[in-house]
């Protein structure tokens, strides 16, 4: 206990990287802890969320996707995505001096956690970001433009952001909000998302017949995976086992629960019945509009947050989908790319402090007015959004040139399950 | 002899079975295929996304039986199956030139 205090008077006397005691074992712990949680909702939550929604033929191309992107990313992130992320740099990207986790050893803290607990647990992040943007083209991307474009994007796109946003880079530095990656992670998957169904292309029965998703277990079952898993990843953010983390798992539930039920009883109003897929995607939905908001906001500010994520993403999903036609298979951009900017403009309104039972825990530094702080999170959007779109554009234009973009007609037809991997999902 | 085959309902497969077992007709066959009549399919939503589903499930039974009790199987299975709404199915009844019992070489009725 003696030492548990000196450890806190240490960690509030010194500069937070200037911290050289021991690693914190409570908090290494539950990062430990975190991280495992947060591959889970790559491996295997979102692969199935996303393996049900699609049709039978391209269930194996989906779960594929998803465990390929995993292991490239690991090792791009080994190589230097993690450096150009998080190592001194300049205000737009870390430098080189980290790649290959360079001069990372047993001892090598950053805050109180181990580097490499940091490094893995932020690995994890990496991971997932360009897997969300799987679902946006699910269904009729080459296997090898799938991967070259996606390890582009985590090296072009991913790893300069986080820079910008937690790796001491521009957008840190202004004082944006972004606990856990509304900008990040979800505006960035989700504008790209946006991107490839423009880009790509429709499937080719789109509207009309195209397939309804074909094992809604499948989907459910990684939907609650998901939900689980997000405790990792936003109360995980913290970097510690703290107040910080309890509160951002308690609000990222609420949010969660508030989201669902918003979703399901818009859709039983609108559609008649309340469905099952409507309910997970609520969940979804207040899942990625609290990430930016959970270390900074209250239980009341997350109900809220929550209410309003299922309320506007399922507003935007039948305005993307069924109004625009845009064929973003699985509902990328509507789920996460709108609520990760909703999130992240909520965010700065719901950390301040005078909002009575729906107050926060206060602005980012040296922010001293709501206004200010909803200025700061605006560029944020701003500066992130344009970005992943723009440069998205130009990878998959890119990727079309190296290796093209689609499959043709005729293996769209047949599914990419049997024509890029020779395999079926079912033997019935 | 004829052959009778019905597409029904999956769900009514039960009451039919029954009902054919009350006329003492003891033997079928059911697959369950897809198709659609003038019924034609139906649509499911999703994220509010309507889905044409173009084949709707149904169960198809096939009896063989003596002519004389043709119209009482009939009667039976539109009993059992109808519902009065579209969809309920169809029955079709071609003849039948014989047929063999496998174990004991027993040909035309006697072999059903």
Known sequence: MKRGLTFLSLLVALPWAAYA?????????WILTSTALVLFMTLPGLALFYGGLVGSKNVLSVLMQCFAITSL??????????????????????????????????????????????????????????????????????FSAMLIFSGLWVAVVYAPVTHWVWGGGWLGEMGLLDFAGGTVVHITAGVAALVAALVVGPRRT??????????????????????????????????????????????????AAAGSLAWMALEWRKFGKPSVLGIV???????????????????????????????????????IKVRLKIDDSLDVFPVHGVGGIIGTLMAGFFASTELGVFSGFGFGKGIESLGQQLMVQATGVLATGVYAGVVSFGLFKLTDALVGLRVDEEQEVMGLDLTQHEERGYIL | MKKIEAIIKPFVLDPVKDALKEI?????????????????????????????????????????????????????????????????????????????????????????
């Open chain 2, 24 to 112: 003492e007709i003891y033997g079928m066959t059911v697959t369950e295929v897809k198709g659609f009549g003038q019924q034609k399919g139906h649509t499911e939503l999703y994220r509010g996304a309507e889905y044409q589903i173009d084949f709707v499930p149904k169960t198809r039974i096939e009896i063989v039986v003596p002519d004389a009790k043709v119209e009482a199987a009939i009667e039976a299975i539109c009993q059992a199956a109808g519902s009065g709404k579209i969809g309920d199915g169809k029955i079709f009844v071609s003849p039948v030139e014989t047929a063999i019992r496998i174990r004991t070489g027993e040909r035309g009725e006697s072999a059903l």
């Open chain 1, 281 to 319: 995607t609520g969940m979804v939905a207040g899942l990625g509009t609290i990430t930016p908001a959970c270390g900074f906001v209250g239980p009341g500010g997350a109900l809220l947050i929550g209410l309003i994520a299922g309320v506007v993403c399922f507003n935007a999903t039948n305005l």
């Open chain 1, 73 to 142: 990313v690991s090792l791009l992130w080994l190589a230097g995505l993690y450096s150009v992320a998080f190592a001194e740099g300049n205000g737009f990207m870390g430098g080189f001096s980290k790649a290959m986790f360079a001069g990372m050893g047993t001892q090598s803290l950053t805050g109180t956690i181990p580097e490499a607990a940091f490094a893995l647990f932020q690995l994890t992040f990496a991971v997932i970001t360009p897997a969300l943007i799987v679902g946006a083209f699910a269904e009729r991307m080459k």
């Open chain 1, 206 to 255: 789109f509207p009309r017949t195209s397939t309804p998703p074909h094992n809604m277990t499948m989907t459910v079952t990684g939907a609650g995976m998901l939900w689980v898993g997000w405790f990792g990843f936003n109360g995980g953010s913290a970097l510690g086992a703290n107040g910080s983390s309890a509160m951002a798992m308690l609000v990222t539930h609420i949010s």
């Open chain 1, 21 to 29: 005691g021991p690693a914190d074992s409570g908090d290494t712990a």
